[in-house]
């Protein structure tokens, strides 16, 4: 019972850091309708990049993290700037900014390796201080903790920035309805750059999170992520940030204890795969989304 | 001595770049592959799985059943065109990103079958599955293909893929039945993708788990993209010019992966940009 009860534990710290990354995923469909697939590279540069400033520039990893998350936001300007808005007017825009941000992010994927090298790579010991406690024969860590606070916090910041801010209304007229919002004078263009600015400082959070808890960063670390962000975007309904939230736990939760009960990490992705297609096939909105995304 | 000369000139050749050409044929069977699903307007990321499931089904046919070499093609296409079909009705009703997404998890679901299957060998792969194909085999089915592919575009068939592509609704509005359609694309293009597994399973005496998965299923798109997806000739020379694109950089003195990874990435993005019609339209003058 303690086993299953540590499982679900560490199943949620995951999932939040999925969550997080799904975030930026569905931030920008849920605004343009196009999956941005240099988002995974986002993911890996900013943990890289933390990295280096912990490393190489002997930061703290209290400001190491603003100043990659930073660098990550201007990775998406350069995103949008580079593989979106030069597409934005052709016919066939959702997928060709579909294939332009796949080769943005073998670009990026190509810099990181070349710049910080193939190796697997790993924050130093004394990057932060972790403490263990034992409650109630449950392990939890000090950084689990911080890693969870770290992403509700992002994630309640943006939610309350949506709803209330000035700039968040913008950015969901614009989801709503570009052109009504265009002709209520939102600045459409910059809000498009400013999510994903957001977006992409999301996404390299959730990778530098990512390579706090497991200690490891490697170049291709975006690889099995992407695949799993577009699960829990899916699973939580394209364009809602409640469901990639939700989407994201219910994805480590299925992770973690696919391999307690199937005692082998074989199966790990196939219960959550298996679920993705199952929701594509009869649930397509998945669990939050009111999209209409079958033929009509 | 000038026609010796020439066959030592071509044993050489052939001798040096005879797996990149071999490599080559393969590619661009799977781009064409793709290409067909495309040409009706259907993103599919599964055709790296069927190509897959060919390999596999042929694999196993001629290691432990001693099937001949060309019975285990016919049914690696076979099968595979069989599951696209399965797979094709329920899913063909998903569209754009949400076809590709849903392929895509098919593809991993496969991967991870793959995986743990005891008959495919697990992680480690199929082998040692014996070395039947030949060049001559792959250029033959690939000379086939294109022909097939340009038959099909002059055909009923073709101009409802493209009907399909333009304009889904309109298409059936005008009578089209699009379902049939789009599973019919679908599945000759798994077809296409099942053989062309079988083949490189046959060449390279192996097929693992790692060889057809999301990677796999991009470099495809790519292919298409650079060539061009408004002929059938497109992906061919999208798969010939990215497969030997390494080759053409140890030319110029560039060895390094990363290096060879960003020149495939930003070849992409300037295409993707400035050539939307891929490279075969630098060379056509035909729109369409």
Same mark, same amino acid.
């Given at each position: 019972?303690?086993? &299953? #009860?540590?499982?679900?534990?560490? =199943?949620?710290?995951?999932?939040? /850091? ?14 343009? $309708? ?6 995974? #590279? ?6 890289? +990049? ?25 990775? =998406? ?6 593989? &979106? ?44 201080? +972790? ?16 890693? +969870? ?24 007229? /614009? ?13 459409? !263009? ?5 999510? &994903? ?13 990512? =390579? ?7 170049? $291709? ?47 790990? !992705? ?17 669990? &939050? ?8 | ?71 285990? @093609?016919?049914?690696?296409? @076979? ?26 998890? *098919? ?27 030949? %060049? ?5 089915? @690939? ?17 409802? *893929? ?7 609704? %309109? ?51 790519? *292919? ?65």
């Amino acid at each position: 019972m303690n086993l &299953f #009860a540590q499982q679900l534990i560490n =199943g949620i710290f995951i999932g939040s /850091v999925y969550g997080l990354f799904a975030i930026g995923y569905t931030l920008v469909f849920g605004v343009l $309708d196009i999956l941005n697939l240099a988002h995974a #590279a986002v993911f890996t540069l900013g943990g890289l +990049v933390a990295l280096w400033l912990v490393q190489s520039a002997e930061m703290s990893i209290w400001v190491a993290f603003p100043l990659a998350t930073l660098f990550s936001g201007i990775l =998406g300007l350069i995103i949008n700037a580079v593989a &979106f808005v030069p597409l934005r007017h052709r016919p066939d825009t959702y997928f060709s900014g579909l294939i332009s941000s796949i080769a943005l992010a073998i670009v990026f994927e190509s810099a990181a390796i070349g710049i910080f090298g193939a190796r697997t790579v790993r924050f130093p010991i004394s990057t932060i201080a +972790v403490h263990i406690w034992q409650i109630a024969g449950v392990t939890i860590t000090s950084l689990q903790i911080e890693i +969870v606070m770290i992403a509700a916090c992002l994630m309640a910041g943006l939610t309350r920035f949506l709803r209330r801010s000035r700039s968040g209304k913008a950015i969901r007229a /614009v989801a709503e309805n570009e052109r009504a919002a265009r002709l209520l004078g939102v600045h459409v !263009d910059g809000i498009i750059a400013f999510t &994903f600015f957001i977006s992409s400082a999301l996404g390299g959070a959730a990778g530098i999170l990512f =390579g706090l808890y497991f200690g490891a960063l490697s170049p $291709d670390m975006g690889r099995s992520i992407e695949l799993k962000g577009l699960a829990v975007i899916v699973l939580g309904g394209m364009g809602s940030i409640p469901g990639a939230i939700i989407g994201g736990i219910a994805f480590g939760l299925s992770e973690v204890l696919t391999v307690a009960i199937s005692g082998t990490s074989n199966l790990r !992705d196939a219960v959550a795969f298996t679920v993705l297609f199952a929701i594509l096939l009869l649930r397509p909105s998945g669990l &939050f989304g009111r999209r209409q995304i079958r033929e009509t | 001595m000038i026609p010796m000369d020439l066959n030592h000139i071509f044993t050489q050749f052939y001798a040096v770049y005879g797996s990149l050409i071999n490599f080559i044929g393969i590619n661009s069977l799977l781009a064409i592959s793709l290409y067909v699903t495309l040409s009706a307007g259907q993103l599919s990321l599964g055709n790296a799985a069927f190509a897959g499931i060919g390999g596999y089904t042929a694999g196993i046919l001629t290691m432990y059943l001693n099937v001949p070499y060309i019975v285990a @093609l016919f049914a690696a296409a @076979l099968m595979s065109g069989a599951i696209a079909m399965i797979l094709g009705f329920p899913v063909l009703r998903l569209r754009g990103v949400f076809l590709a997404i849903a392929t895509l998890a *098919f593809g991993e679901v496969v991967r991870i079958l793959a995986i743990n299957l005891q008959i495919t060998g697990g992680a480690e792969g199929l082998t040692p599955i014996p070395d039947k194909t030949q %060049a001559w085999m792959i250029f033959t089915a @690939l000379a086939l293909t294109g022909y097939f592919m340009a038959v099909l575009r002059r055909s009923r068939i073709g101009w409802s *893929f493209a009907s399909i592509r333009e304009d889904e609704t %309109a298409a059936k509005a005008m009578g089209i039945n699009t379902t049939w359609y789009k599973t019919l694309a679908f599945t000759i293009g798994a077809m296409i993708a099942g053989l062309a597994g079988a083949m490189s399973a046959h060449l390279n005496y192996i097929i693992t788990p790692g060889e057809f998965g999301f990677s796999a299923a991009v470099q495809l798109l790519i *292919f298409n993209i650079v060539g061009g997806t408004r002929v059938w000739y497109g992906p061919i020379l999208g798969a010939a010019l990215l497969t030997a694109l390494p080759e053409i950089l140890r030319g110029f003195g560039v060895t390094a992966g990363p290096v060879r990874m960003g020149v495939n990435g930003f070849i992409l993005l300037m295409v993707i940009l400035f050539l939307p019609n891929g490279l075969v339209s630098l060379f056509s003058h035909n729109k369409d």
